[in-house]
Protein backbone atom coordinates (compact mmCIF):
# COMPACT_ATOMS: atom_id res chain seq x y z
CA UNK A 1 0.00 0.00 0.00
CA UNK A 2 1.54 3.47 -0.72
CA UNK A 3 0.86 5.81 2.31
CA UNK A 4 0.69 9.76 3.04
CA UNK A 5 1.58 10.19 6.30
CA UNK A 6 1.47 13.49 7.91
CA UNK A 7 3.46 14.25 10.76
CA UNK A 8 6.34 11.44 9.92
CA UNK A 9 9.02 13.39 12.52
CA UNK A 10 6.38 13.76 15.22
CA UNK A 11 5.80 11.46 18.26
CA UNK A 12 3.24 9.11 17.19
CA UNK A 13 4.27 9.64 13.48
CA UNK A 14 7.38 8.47 14.27
CA UNK A 15 5.31 5.00 15.61
CA UNK A 16 3.65 5.09 12.80
CA UNK A 17 6.11 5.79 10.25
CA UNK A 18 8.47 2.65 11.74
CA UNK A 19 5.29 0.09 11.69
CA UNK A 20 4.05 1.16 8.54
CA UNK A 21 7.82 0.63 6.99
CA UNK A 22 8.47 -2.73 8.71
CA UNK A 23 5.23 -3.87 7.21
CA UNK A 24 5.95 -3.43 3.69
CA UNK A 25 4.60 -0.41 2.64
CA UNK A 26 5.43 2.35 1.09
CA UNK A 27 5.72 5.88 2.91
CA UNK A 28 5.07 9.82 1.93
CA UNK A 29 6.46 11.78 4.47
CA UNK A 30 4.88 14.62 4.98
CA UNK A 31 6.31 16.63 7.66
CA UNK A 32 8.59 19.77 7.67
CA UNK A 33 11.39 18.15 6.70
CA UNK A 34 9.90 17.66 3.27
CA UNK A 35 8.33 20.89 3.73
CA UNK A 36 4.78 20.47 4.16
CA UNK A 37 3.02 22.56 6.69
CA UNK A 38 -0.46 22.24 7.86
CA UNK A 39 -2.92 24.40 5.33
CA UNK A 40 -1.18 22.69 2.52
CA UNK A 41 -3.11 20.51 0.09
CA UNK A 42 -0.42 18.67 -1.33
CA UNK A 43 -1.05 16.31 -4.54
CA UNK A 44 -1.87 12.93 -3.18
CA UNK A 45 -2.47 11.07 -6.33
CA UNK A 46 -1.60 7.46 -6.48
CA UNK A 47 -1.77 6.77 -3.02
CA UNK A 48 -4.38 4.21 -1.55
CA UNK A 49 -4.17 6.10 2.04
CA UNK A 50 -3.30 8.78 4.12
CA UNK A 51 -2.75 8.69 7.66
CA UNK A 52 -2.86 12.15 9.45
CA UNK A 53 -1.24 12.67 12.78
CA UNK A 54 -0.28 16.54 12.08
CA UNK A 55 -0.81 18.95 14.69
CA UNK A 56 0.41 22.22 15.49
CA UNK A 57 0.89 23.71 19.10
CA UNK A 58 2.67 25.16 21.72
CA UNK A 59 5.45 22.79 22.66
CA UNK A 60 4.65 20.14 25.31
CA UNK A 61 0.98 21.36 25.54
CA UNK A 62 -2.30 19.65 23.51
CA UNK A 63 -5.01 20.70 26.08
CA UNK A 64 -3.99 24.67 25.91
CA UNK A 65 -1.85 24.07 22.82
CA UNK A 66 -3.53 27.06 21.37
CA UNK A 67 -1.50 29.16 23.57
CA UNK A 68 -1.90 32.67 23.42
CA UNK A 69 -2.76 32.24 19.71
CA UNK A 70 -6.02 30.49 19.33
CA UNK A 71 -7.04 32.09 15.77
CA UNK A 72 -3.90 30.58 14.64
CA UNK A 73 -4.41 27.43 16.39
CA UNK A 74 -7.96 26.66 14.55
CA UNK A 75 -6.75 28.37 11.31
CA UNK A 76 -3.78 25.36 10.99
CA UNK A 77 -5.60 22.23 13.00
CA UNK A 78 -8.82 22.35 11.84
CA UNK A 79 -8.73 24.51 8.65
CA UNK A 80 -6.00 23.14 7.69
CA UNK A 81 -7.18 19.49 8.48
CA UNK A 82 -10.29 19.92 6.32
CA UNK A 83 -8.09 21.11 3.55
CA UNK A 84 -6.11 18.22 3.32
CA UNK A 85 -9.05 16.30 3.56
CA UNK A 86 -10.23 17.71 0.69
CA UNK A 87 -6.80 17.01 -1.40
CA UNK A 88 -7.34 13.31 -0.21
CA UNK A 89 -10.82 13.49 -1.87
CA UNK A 90 -9.09 15.13 -5.51
CA UNK A 91 -6.61 12.53 -5.37
CA UNK A 92 -8.21 9.33 -5.36
CA UNK A 93 -7.44 8.16 -1.89
CA UNK A 94 -9.87 5.50 -0.97
CA UNK A 95 -8.65 6.07 2.89
CA UNK A 96 -8.28 8.32 5.50
CA UNK A 97 -6.83 7.67 9.19
CA UNK A 98 -7.16 10.59 11.27
CA UNK A 99 -5.55 10.80 14.32
CA UNK A 100 -8.15 12.37 17.05
CA UNK A 101 -8.28 11.99 20.55
CA UNK A 102 -10.06 11.30 24.13
CA UNK A 103 -10.11 15.05 24.48
CA UNK A 104 -12.92 14.85 22.26
CA UNK A 105 -15.07 13.78 25.48
CA UNK A 106 -13.69 16.06 27.89
CA UNK A 107 -17.11 17.84 28.58
CA UNK A 108 -18.63 14.20 29.89
CA UNK A 109 -18.87 14.08 33.51
CA UNK A 110 -16.13 12.63 35.62
CA UNK A 111 -16.57 8.66 35.81
CA UNK A 112 -18.42 8.18 32.40
CA UNK A 113 -16.96 5.52 30.31
CA UNK A 114 -16.44 6.53 26.81
CA UNK A 115 -17.80 4.15 24.55
CA UNK A 116 -16.62 4.11 20.67
CA UNK A 117 -19.93 5.76 19.63
CA UNK A 118 -20.30 8.49 22.36
CA UNK A 119 -21.03 11.47 21.25
CA UNK A 120 -18.19 14.01 21.44
CA UNK A 121 -18.32 16.52 23.92
CA UNK A 122 -14.88 18.69 24.01
CA UNK A 123 -14.21 21.11 26.91
CA UNK A 124 -11.57 22.69 25.16
CA UNK A 125 -10.07 23.98 21.92
CA UNK A 126 -8.25 21.18 21.33
CA UNK A 127 -10.93 18.67 21.90
CA UNK A 128 -12.97 20.71 19.72
CA UNK A 129 -10.90 21.39 16.62
CA UNK A 130 -10.68 17.01 16.73
CA UNK A 131 -14.53 16.78 16.80
CA UNK A 132 -14.58 18.84 14.02
CA UNK A 133 -12.49 17.30 11.84
CA UNK A 134 -13.84 13.86 12.73
CA UNK A 135 -17.64 15.80 11.37
CA UNK A 136 -15.12 16.77 8.26
CA UNK A 137 -14.18 13.48 7.67
CA UNK A 138 -17.35 11.40 8.32
CA UNK A 139 -18.92 13.58 4.98
CA UNK A 140 -16.27 13.23 2.78
CA UNK A 141 -17.17 10.43 -0.18
CA UNK A 142 -14.64 7.69 1.42
CA UNK A 143 -13.53 5.82 3.82
CA UNK A 144 -12.52 7.35 6.74
CA UNK A 145 -12.14 6.48 10.54
CA UNK A 146 -11.06 9.01 13.27
CA UNK A 147 -8.97 6.98 15.91
CA UNK A 148 -9.41 9.11 19.33
CA UNK A 149 -5.72 8.08 21.14
CA UNK A 150 -5.33 8.66 24.71
CA UNK A 151 -1.94 9.63 26.27
CA UNK A 152 1.02 7.67 24.26
CA UNK A 153 4.13 6.56 25.81
CA UNK A 154 7.19 4.52 24.19
CA UNK A 155 8.74 7.72 23.40
CA UNK A 156 12.04 8.84 25.04
CA UNK A 157 10.92 12.16 26.15
CA UNK A 158 7.23 10.50 28.20
CA UNK A 159 7.96 10.93 31.66
CA UNK A 160 11.66 11.76 31.48
CA UNK A 161 10.85 14.68 34.03
CA UNK A 162 9.03 12.70 36.40
CA UNK A 163 11.44 10.08 36.77
CA UNK A 164 14.75 12.46 36.83
CA UNK A 165 12.58 14.29 40.06
CA UNK A 166 11.65 11.02 41.46
CA UNK A 167 15.23 9.57 41.33
CA UNK A 168 16.49 13.01 42.90
CA UNK A 169 14.50 12.93 45.50
CA UNK A 170 12.28 15.86 44.74
CA UNK A 171 8.05 16.11 45.48
CA UNK A 172 6.29 14.07 42.94
CA UNK A 173 2.28 15.60 42.15
CA UNK A 174 0.03 12.12 42.68
CA UNK A 175 -1.60 11.45 39.40
CA UNK A 176 -3.83 8.74 37.50
CA UNK A 177 -4.08 8.94 33.95
CA UNK A 178 -4.85 6.33 30.97
CA UNK A 179 -1.95 5.75 28.67
CA UNK A 180 -1.18 3.34 25.20
CA UNK A 181 2.15 2.24 23.97
CA UNK A 182 3.10 4.30 20.96
CA UNK A 183 3.81 0.62 18.81
CA UNK A 184 -0.01 -0.44 19.83
CA UNK A 185 -1.46 3.35 18.28
CA UNK A 186 1.04 2.44 15.62
CA UNK A 187 -0.61 -1.16 15.12
CA UNK A 188 -3.92 0.02 15.29
CA UNK A 189 -4.02 2.21 12.48
CA UNK A 190 -2.62 0.14 10.21
CA UNK A 191 -5.28 -2.85 11.52
CA UNK A 192 -7.84 -0.01 10.53
CA UNK A 193 -5.94 0.69 7.08
CA UNK A 194 -6.92 -3.38 6.33
CA UNK A 195 -10.12 -3.29 7.00
CA UNK A 196 -12.66 -3.49 3.82
CA UNK A 197 -15.39 -1.85 6.08
CA UNK A 198 -13.64 0.06 9.01
CA UNK A 199 -15.62 1.94 11.43
CA UNK A 200 -15.91 5.36 11.54
CA UNK A 201 -14.06 6.07 14.92
CA UNK A 202 -12.60 3.98 17.51
CA UNK A 203 -11.18 4.44 21.13
CA UNK A 204 -7.37 3.74 21.52
CA UNK A 205 -6.16 2.73 25.28
CA UNK A 206 -4.42 0.18 26.76
CA UNK A 207 -3.91 1.12 30.99
CA UNK A 208 -5.33 2.59 33.79
CA UNK A 209 -1.45 3.73 35.53
CA UNK A 210 -1.10 5.52 38.50
CA UNK A 211 2.25 7.22 39.16
CA UNK A 212 2.29 5.11 42.43
CA UNK A 213 2.82 2.00 40.41
CA UNK A 214 4.94 3.83 37.69
CA UNK A 215 7.49 4.82 39.97
CA UNK A 216 7.37 1.49 41.92
CA UNK A 217 8.79 -0.47 38.66
CA UNK A 218 11.09 1.97 38.50
CA UNK A 219 11.98 1.86 42.30
CA UNK A 220 12.18 -2.11 41.68
CA UNK A 221 14.75 -1.48 38.72
CA UNK A 222 17.14 1.17 40.43
CA UNK A 223 16.86 0.49 43.73
CA UNK A 224 16.03 4.62 44.84
CA UNK A 225 14.87 4.84 48.17
CA UNK A 226 12.49 7.48 47.77
CA UNK A 227 9.30 7.57 48.80
CA UNK A 228 6.54 6.73 46.50
CA UNK A 229 3.53 9.32 45.78
CA UNK A 230 -0.07 8.38 47.23
CA UNK A 231 -2.36 6.59 45.10
CA UNK A 232 -5.11 8.78 43.14
CA UNK A 233 -8.59 7.34 43.07
CA UNK A 234 -9.37 6.35 39.66
CA UNK A 235 -13.05 6.42 40.31
CA UNK A 236 -13.41 10.09 38.39
CA UNK A 237 -11.72 8.68 35.20
CA UNK A 238 -13.21 8.81 31.69
CA UNK A 239 -12.15 5.36 30.91
CA UNK A 240 -12.14 4.68 27.12
CA UNK A 241 -13.81 1.51 25.95
CA UNK A 242 -11.71 -0.62 23.20
CA UNK A 243 -14.26 -2.87 21.87
CA UNK A 244 -14.50 -1.83 17.96
CA UNK A 245 -10.79 -2.25 17.81
CA UNK A 246 -10.48 -5.70 20.25
CA UNK A 247 -13.26 -7.35 17.85
CA UNK A 248 -10.75 -6.56 14.64
CA UNK A 249 -7.99 -8.44 17.30
CA UNK A 250 -6.44 -5.50 18.09
CA UNK A 251 -4.63 -6.59 21.72
CA UNK A 252 -2.13 -3.78 23.21
CA UNK A 253 1.11 -4.92 25.70
CA UNK A 254 -0.73 -4.11 28.78
CA UNK A 255 1.95 -4.12 31.78
CA UNK A 256 4.43 -6.42 30.36
CA UNK A 257 4.93 -3.73 27.81
CA UNK A 258 5.09 -1.02 30.23
CA UNK A 259 8.00 -3.11 31.80
CA UNK A 260 9.72 -3.70 29.26
CA UNK A 261 9.61 -0.65 28.06
CA UNK A 262 10.71 1.69 31.30
CA UNK A 263 14.45 0.29 30.92
CA UNK A 264 14.79 2.13 27.96
CA UNK A 265 12.77 5.48 28.93
CA UNK A 266 14.81 5.28 32.41
CA UNK A 267 18.13 5.42 29.94
CA UNK A 268 17.12 8.80 28.54
CA UNK A 269 16.57 10.46 32.10
CA UNK A 270 19.04 11.55 34.51
CA UNK A 271 21.49 8.75 35.68
CA UNK A 272 20.61 7.36 38.58
CA UNK A 273 23.59 5.95 41.64
CA UNK A 274 21.38 3.24 42.89
CA UNK A 275 21.45 -0.95 41.91
Known amino acids: MRIAL???????????????QRAGHRVTRLDRSNGFRLGDAPDLMGHDALIHCAFAHAPGRYRGGEGEDPDGFLRLNRDGTCRLFDAAVRGRVGRIVFLSSRAIHDGHPPGTLLHDDLPARPANLYGQVKADAEDYLAGLPLSGTAIRA?????HSGKWRGLFTDYLAGRPIQPRVATEVHGDDLAAAILLLLGQPDPPPQVNCSDLVLDRHDLLAEVRALTGCPHPLPS???PAALRIQTCDRLEALGWRPGGVAKLRATLPLLLSSSEKYPWG
Open 231 to 233: RVD
Open 6 to 20: TGASGIVGDFVLRAA
Open 150 to 154: TGVYG
